[in-house]
């Protein structure tokens, strides 16, 4: 049973960083896509940025792009995203997602199968 664990997240203030990681276990396959959704209460879920691992292409949501980067470990199924220039609008439940078939439920706005528990990030002004 694949399983999504995500670490790190918290409170900082605005113009700090943090960084989310995320690991997946019960997954045997070299390759699959990683990423990152965000909610806040009351509004839609938004894309944050994804990454296929076996090719290391990675995507970005509009908002976030140039301030957060996602990477992977070349040795486990694990991403990261670092999270720089925070701003309070960065505030939201963040969850880690996966696909193993490939990233086309970015380009398609669709739900990725596999989905951690979500962690919290708070940035204050």
């Known amino acids: 049973q694949i399983r999504l664990v995500e670490s790190g997240g918290g409170s900082v203030q605005a113009g700090g960083s943090l960084r989310l990681s995320c690991e997946a276990s019960?997954?045997?396959?070299?390759?699959?896509?990683m990423g990152w959704f965000r909610q806040v209460p009351g509004k839609e879920r938004e894309g944050v940025a994804a990454?296929?691992?076996?090719?290391?292409?990675?995507y970005y949501g509009v908002a976030v792009k140039g301030r957060f980067t996602i990477s992977q470990e070349n040795t486990k199924m694990m991403v990261h995203l670092e999270m720089n220039s925070l701003l309070p609008e960065d505030t939201a439940m963040y969850y880690c997602a996966m696909d193993p078939e490939g990233c086309s439920w970015w380009r398609r706005r669709e739900d990725p199968p596999y989905w951690g528990q979500g962690i919290q990030v708070t940035v204050s002004s």
């Open positions: 019960g997954y045997y396959q070299t390759s699959a896509c």
């Open positions: 990454t296929y691992t076996g090719s290391g292409s990675t």
